[in-house]
């Protein structure tokens, strides 16, 4: 196995990152941790938009479905918050099959506007306690903190090893996916879908897989929300914290895991940075967003061109020849 430069930098990297919360204090560690929130929310909405190329603005409605059914089962049931985290995303997960079965077919700016209208039919829903289940505009109150291995984590450098432990396995498991043959058909879907769906690929059932994969993991992610937050209401799944997941992935890169990373720490962490100038920050952050727009239009980081190595087929072909 060789290992290359660009690795060793990733791992050394990533160890100085771990070590972040040592020297930061507690308000800069959780800035830390809410840019690890947004990240795995943005990867897995990087499934749908920049793998397969859906227009989806709708993602908060399962990050809220995660959210609330792991309140509801912790503060009612008494089940510890960590062990709802699988059902949460099923239910996550099975909600986006039944609201993305009909409307899967739909293109562009059609399925945007549909799923802007899922997102605020669910933060309406919650508001209206649907069930007698969600406490309406109030919320849930007194969800546990999450316990792991025995350990309770409450403090922000508890909650930084918590939540980029599994930012970093969802960054494993999506780079596995993306260059899978899954993650290849997805990517050929989003380049000309006409094209896939006349190579035998199942455009339908791809674009729904992956509408559901994405669900899954936002909704597991609403399991961590809850208990850091120890209380969510429907204000904290609005139509807003839509608009800054697919900001994210457009910003970054669409389709590329590092630059969703990239585009999750300027759009969550510079607007920290730059609060002292809180009349002005937000003017700021808009310009520079159109001047990328403007002058890179493909984001920061876009993906890298797929590299395969044929030399072993030539190589047969001339064994076979001889």
């Not at 990050?63 to 009612?76: C, D, E, H, K, R």
């Not at 630059?259 to 609060?275: K, N, Q, S």
Request: one cysteine or more; hydrophobic letters at 55%; aromatic letters at 12%.
């Amino acid at each position: 196995m060789i290992i290359k430069k660009q690795d060793i930098l990733y791992l050394a990297g990533a160890a100085l990152f771990a070590c972040s919360p040592l020297v930061l204090d507690a308000y800069w560690t959780d800035v830390l941790n809410n840019i690890g929130l947004y990240a795995i929310l943005a990867l897995s909405l990087n499934i749908i938009l920049g793998q397969c190329g859906l227009f989806q603005m709708g993602h908060a409605a399962f990050f809220a479905v995660g959210a609330y059914s792991s309140a509801i089962l912790n503060t009612m049931f008494d089940i510890p918050l960590l062990w709802t985290m699988p059902v949460a995303g099923i239910l996550a997960g099975l909600f986006g099959l039944i609201v993305a079965r009909p409307i899967i077919h739909l293109r562009g700016d059609y399925l945007l506007i549909v799923t802007i209208g899922i997102v605020e039919i669910i933060r309406i829903a919650l508001i209206n306690d649907v069930g007698g289940l969600t406490g309406g505009a109030n919320g849930i109150f007194g969800i546990d903190r999450p316990i792991l291995f025995g350990l309770k984590i409450k403090r922000p450098h508890q909650f930084f090893y918590l939540i980029w432990g599994f930012c970093a396995a969802t960054i494993f498991l999506f780079h596995r996916l993306e260059n899978s043959r899954f993650g290849r058909a997805l990517n050929y879907i989003k380049d000309d879908d006409v094209a896939a769906e006349g190579s035998g690929i199942d455009i339908s059932r791809y674009k729904l897989t992956a509408f559901v994969i994405g669900a899954f993991w936002a909704g597991m992610v609403g399991t961590i929300f809850a208990g850091k937050m120890k209380i969510i209401s429907p204000e904290s799944f609005s139509f807003w914290e839509s608009v800054l997941l697919f900001t994210i992935v457009i910003l970054g890169g669409m389709g590329s895991i590092r630059g969703v990373l990239l585009g999750a720490f300027l759009i969550i962490g510079l607007p920290e940075l730059f609060r002292d100038f809180a009349s002005a920050r937000m003017l700021i952050f808009g310009a520079a967003m159109v001047a990328m727009m403007i002058f890179r239009t493909q984001g920061l980081l876009p993906p890298l061109p797929r590299r395969y190595d044929v030399s072993r087929f030539f190589s047969k072909a001339e064994g076979e020849q001889s």
